[in-house]
Structure formats: C-alpha cells, structure tokens
C-alpha cells in the first residue's frame, strides 16, 4: 500500500528565512505533485515532478524529486507572510489514477 | 466551465438523511476523481469515472456511498443514511485523461447533525 509522509507537520516560520519540507513516499511512483490550500479553499497545483532529479521552482518555491530515495522537497527561500497556508504533497498510485496525499504542512510566517 | 463546479458549497442535514453532492468537470476532460478532506483522515482518494465507468469502487468508505456520472460529463456522490463521521469536506477534480493532471473544485463542506 502506497503511504504518503510529510514533515514536519505544522512550521512556524519567520519573515525572510529559509525552509524545507519534506515528502517521502513508500513504494515506486512515477508522478509527485505539490498543492496549497489556504483555509475554506480547494487545492491550487503548484508543481508536478515526473522523473529523478527533477528541480522546478516559481517564485520562492523550489521543490524537487530524488525518486531513488523516495523523497521530494520543497524548499522556501525568505519566507513572506504570502506563504502561509497548507502545502500537501501527493503521489499518484501504482494504477495511475488515484492521488495518494500526505497529511499537509500547515506554514506560518510571522515578521 | 472555466473549472470544476461542485454543489452545494455547503449542505447541513440530520442524521440519518440521504445527500446528494454534484460535481461538473472541466469541459472536456474524461476522467473525475472523488476525495474526502476531514480532520481525522486527512485527504483520502474515494472513486475514480474514466467516461461513465468506476472501474474499482473499493476506496468508497461504506456501501451507504455511491457515485455516478452519466453523458460522461456530470457526476453525483450520493450517501444514504449520512452518520456523524461522515462529516467532511467532498472534493471532486477532473483530468483531460486519466493520469493527467487533476484540476480540483471548490469542495462541498458537508455537516451531518
């Protein structure tokens, strides 16, 4: 069964720094999205990584994929209170059809 | 539509009452996938349509759930004799194909009294 972990969960950030999260996945998959989601609202895509090694960044997000550990990143560079909401990494299953999430990282950037 | 429209945004019932939840693709896509966001569970994947057809029902949480679409286009979550814990927030999305990029609506924030 393909499991999704995300951490760390909740991350209190300040104005101006730089953060990671970090996403592992249990078993083989050929696709791995990140989504925010501010409160009340749906889920916005931001990336999708396809193959190892991928790195794509937009703004002050950078996420990128080793598929050999199993591992995505997404990496804040000078956070901005712009930035707080829950970001949610999701995988897509061994069918290729359903999405498979992690429990989300709820950021807040405080001055 | 420009996106995924779902109805009602929001739907307060009483125990025990049957829901009825809509979800209108992007026009065009094939394929529309339903969630479940709550507290407890996080983000669970429910059912998958390529067309009009569910291939593999099995991520429906109890057999007082079902889903439909028809004209491969409109699709319907419909749970009979809603309990507590059925409380949640319903997320449909669409893709042009399946495996495609999933495109989410807005949700439909569900309260069972």
């Known amino acids: 069964e393909l499991k999704v972990e995300q951490n760390p969960l909740f991350l209190s950030m300040q104005e101006g720094k730089n953060y990671t999260i970090y996403c592992n996945y249990s078993?083989?998959?050929?696709?791995l999205y990140w989504y925010r989601q501010d409160p009340g609202k749906s889920l916005e895509s931001l990336f999708v990584?396809?193959?190892?090694?991928a790195v794509k960044q937009e703004g002050r997000l950078m996420a990128s994929l080793d598929t050999k550990a199993r591992l995505s990143t997404l990496h804040i560079t000078a956070a901005v209170h712009d930035l707080s909401a829950t970001y949610f990494c999701a995988v897509v299953d061994q069918a290729g059809t359903a999405l498979i999430f992690g429990k989300g990282t709820t950021l807040s950037v405080s001055s | 539509g420009a996106g995924v429209s779902q109805s009602p945004s929001n739907k307060v019932t009483e125990k025990g009452k049957d829901v009825e939840l809509r979800c209108d693709p992007i026009?065009?896509?094939?394929?529309l996938y339903w969630y479940r966001q709550s507290l407890g569970q996080g983000l669970e994947f429910l059912i998958y349509f390529q067309g009009n057809s569910a291939p593999d029902k099995s991520g429906l949480p109890s057999d007082r759930f079902s889903a439909e679409r028809t004209g491969g286009s409109v699709s319907t979550l419909t749970i009979q004799r809603t309990q507590q814990e059925d409380s949640a927030v319903y997320l449909c999305a669409s893709s042009l194909f399946l495996g495609q990029p999933q495109h989410f609506g807005d949700g439909t924030r569900l309260s069972i009294l």
């Open positions: 026009s065009g896509h094939t394929a």
């Open positions: 078993t083989t998959s050929d696709r």
């Open positions: 990584l396809l193959s190892n090694g």
